[in-house]
C-alpha cells in the first residue's frame, strides 16, 4: 500500500480493527487482524472532529502534579517516593474520606514477579494502600482484569489469580486485610451477568453500553495505579489506558484470538475511543503512576527493556489523570497531542492534557526525561517527540 493521508489512514484503522463490533451489543462477529505491513504509518496528529465535552466542570486549572524522584541509583525508597509524590500534590487527605471503600486498580497485565517494570511494582499499591488507610479508609481492594499469562495462547479464567500470587498482591491483601477482586469475571457460569452491571453511556464514543463488574461501580473511591510503559497499539499505557483491565474477559474475550480483551476495537482510532469511553463509565478519584523502571521496549517485546538512559526511579500522581498521564508522556519525549487516548479524554472533560495548564510540583521531570523510541514496537505506533511540529 502507497502512501496515504492522515484522514485515510484513520479511516482504514477504524473499518479494519483487530475487532468488529455489531450494531447490537451482546452480538459478536469475527475479528481480522490489520497487517502491518500493508499500511504506511505516520504521526498522527488529526484526530477528526473532537467529542463533544461531557463533564464541562470536571477538572479546575491547572491541575497539579507531585512528582518525586530518587537520586541514587542503587536505593529505591518506594514507599517515601509514594509518600513524597502525594503530599506534593496537597490533595489526597481532601479525596478520601473516613469510612470510604478503596479500590486500587493496578496494571497486572500478565503474571510477572513485582519489580520487572511491566506490571505495577507491589510496593507502590502498598504504599498507596496504606496512604488511604490513614487517611480514614474504612476497606483497600486490589482489583484487575489480567489479560493472560506467561505461556498462554488464550484466554483463562484464573489468569488474574495467577497474577495476584505471582505478582505479589496475593500476599499483600493478606497483610492489610484487603480483598482481591477479578474484574474479568461477569458470572459464575460462562454466560452469566450477575457480577456485573450494564452501564449506558449516552455520549459513548464507540459504544454506548458496557457490562462492567459491580464490585467496580460500587466503591467509593478508585486509584488508578499503573506502570509507565510505551505500547503499540495506544502509543503509551498510563493510568487511563489502565481501564482496558476494567472490563470483563467474560465478554470481552473473543475465544482463541489475541490481543486479550479482543472483544474490544484495538485499531488505532477504535482502541483510543475504548479507553475513554471505559474511563467515563467510572472516572478515577486519583492516578499514581509507578516509574519506577519504565519500559521502552512496548508491551510485547522480551526482554523487557527501560528507557535508554535506564530506570527512571519515578513516582508521579495526581487527581487529574488526563494531566498525569500527558506529563508521563512529556517525560518519555512523546507529544501527548499524538496519544488519541489523551486528545479524546482531554476533549470529553476528564481532565487537562494542556501542559500550560499543568502545575508541576516536586522535581520536575528533567531528571529522568528520555526519548523514548519512535516508533514503538518496530513500527506499530508511531508518536510525535513532544515539543516538535506536525508533519505535512
Known amino acids: 500500500m502507497g502512501e496515504i493521508s492522515r484522514r485515510q489512514f484513520l479511516y482504514y484503522l477504524s473499518a479494519f480493527g483487530l475487532s468488529a463490533c455489531a450494531a447490537t451489543f451482546e452480538q459478536t462477529i469475527e475479528s481480522k487482524p490489520i497487517d502491518p505491513s500493508q499500511i504506511k504509518f505516520i504521526e498522527t496528529w488529526d484526530w477528526g472532529p473532537l467529542p463533544q465535552r461531557v463533564f464541562?466542570?470536571?477538572?479546575?486549572?491547572?491541575?497539579?502534579i507531585g512528582i518525586s524522584h530518587a537520586q541514587n541509583p542503587n536505593s529505591f525508597p518506594v514507599e517515601n517516593l509514594v509518600r513524597e509524590s502525594l503530599e506534593k500534590t496537597g490533595d489526597f487527605d481532601k479525596m478520601i474520606r473516613p469510612g470510604d471503600r478503596v479500590l486500587i486498580k493496578p496494571n497486572l497485565v500478565f503474571d510477572l514477579p513485582s519489580g520487572s517494570g511491566m506490571t505495577t511494582d507491589v510496593r507502590v499499591a502498598e504504599a498507596v494502600a496504606k496512604m488511604a488507610l490513614d487517611c480514614g479508609a474504612k476497606k483497600i481492594i486490589f482489583a484487575e482484569g489480567s489479560a493472560t499469562n506467561r505461556g498462554l495462547k488464550t484466554y483463562q479464567k484464573d489468569v488474574t489469580e495467577k497474577s495476584f500470587v505471582v505478582g505479589g498482591y496475593a500476599h499483600l491483601a493478606k497483610?492489610?486485610?484487603?480483598?482481591?477482586?477479578?474484574?474479568?469475571?461477569?458470572g459464575e457460569?460462562?454466560?452469566?451477568?450477575?457480577?456485573?452491571?450494564?452501564?449506558?453511556?449516552?455520549?459513548?464514543?464507540?459504544?454506548?453500553?458496557?457490562?462492567?463488574?459491580k464490585r467496580f461501580l460500587d466503591v467509593d473511591r478508585v486509584i488508578s495505579v499503573p506502570v509507565l510503559k510505551n505500547h503499540r497499539y495506544a502509543g503509551v499505557t498510563l493510568s487511563l489506558k489502565n481501564y482496558v483491565g476494567v472490563a470483563p474477559a467474560d465478554i470481552y474475550q473473543f475465544p482463541g484470538i489475541l490481543p486479550a480483551k479482543s472483544g474490544l476495537d484495538h485499531s488505532l482510532v477504535g482502541l483510543a475511543k475504548h479507553i475513554v469511553d471505559l474511563v467515563m463509565v467510572r472516572p478515577p478519584d486519583y492516578a499514581v503512576i509507578d516509574a519506577l523502571v519504565g519500559?521502552?521496549?512496548?508491551?510485547?517485546?522480551?526482554?523487557?527493556?527501560?528507557?535508554?538512559?535506564?530506570?527512571?526511579?519515578?513516582?508521579?500522581?495526581?487527581?487529574?489523570?488526563v494531566a498525569v498521564d500527558t506529563v508521563a508522556c512529556m517525560a518519555m519525549s512523546y507529544e501527548p497531542k499524538t496519544i488519541g487516548h489523551l486528545v479524546l479524554a482531554s476533549a470529553v472533560g476528564l481532565g487537562m492534557s494542556d501542559p500550560k495548564k499543568i502545575e508541576i510540583r516536586g522535581i520536575g521531570i528533567e531528571p529522568f526525561r528520555q526519548d523514548f523510541p519512535i516508533p514503538v514496537a518496530s513500527g506499530w505506533y508511531i508518536p510525535g517527540r513532544y515539543g516538535q511540529h506536525p508533519q505535512t
Open 56 to 64: 464541562p466542570e470536571n477538572v479546575p486549572a491547572p491541575s497539579v
Open 175 to 186: 497483610k492489610l486485610g484487603a480483598d482481591l477482586v477479578d474484574l474479568n469475571d461477569a
Open 189 to 213: 457460569k460462562p454466560g452469566g451477568r450477575e457480577l456485573a452491571r450494564r452501564v449506558e453511556l449516552k455520549n459513548g464514543l464507540r459504544r454506548k453500553s458496557y457490562w462492567i463488574s
Open 295 to 321: 519500559i521502552s521496549s512496548g508491551d510485547r517485546a522480551y526482554p523487557y527493556r527501560p528507557g535508554p538512559k535506564g530506570c527512571m526511579r519515578a513516582i508521579l500522581a495526581g487527581r487529574d489523570p
